[in-house]
């Protein structure tokens, strides 16, 4: 399965705020595509973070809402792990090892991540759910996912994700 992108000429955008680090705080490629439902709904919102010089994808974020199918995985694989290894060609099996429950201290506010560990031993995987329902992933490739990323998490601004 290859990077999803929406195929409609007119995406609505997502109805629910896009947490994600700033594509200018990246040193390198950046894409954003939308998941969309049957009915054109926004299903998901998925942020690609490639390295320069082509060495491929480093991060995919992924921001569920609720009632998206792909936050329920029948094997238990997160969607983003998945779309992660397409884009990097790896046609390799993956599975879950493991996963398991870390406090992480934002500001004075605990965040409940989840981390999940997948039988390709160079991907990071966390997960964490959002007061308004959003399940976050992020996947990485060949680097760890330190407490340090989520302080970097933040919004993105809506007019990101329309076309004109």
């Known amino acids: 399965m290859a990077f999803l992108r929406r195929r409609s000429g007119t995406p609505a955008g997502p109805d629910f705020d896009v947490l994600a680090m700033d594509p200018g705080d990246w040193p390198g490629h950046f894409g954003a595509a939308i998941l969309a439902g049957a009915d054109g709904s926004c ?7 490639d390295l320069f010089g082509g060495r491929g994808p480093a991060m ?15 094997d238990g694989v997160p969607f983003e792990v998945r779309q992660l290894l397409a884009a990097l060609e790896n046609e390799e099996p993956v599975g879950v090892v493991s996963s398991e429950d870390f406090p992480v201290m934002l500001g004075d506010d605990l965040l409940i991540v989840k981390k999940v560990k ?13 007061s308004d329902g959003v399940q976050v992933t992020i996947a990485s490739w060949d680097r760890p996912i330190s407490d340090d990323l989520y302080q970097l998490l933040k919004p993105l601004p809506a007019d990101m994700f329309q076309q004109g």
């Open 43 to 49: 299903q998901g919102i998925f942020l690609r973070y």
């Open 118 to 130: 997948v039988s390709e031993e160079r991907v990071t995987c966390a997960q964490f759910g959002r």
């Open 60 to 74: 995919l974020i992924g921001n569920l809402p609720e009632g998206s199918p792909a936050r329920a995985p029948e």
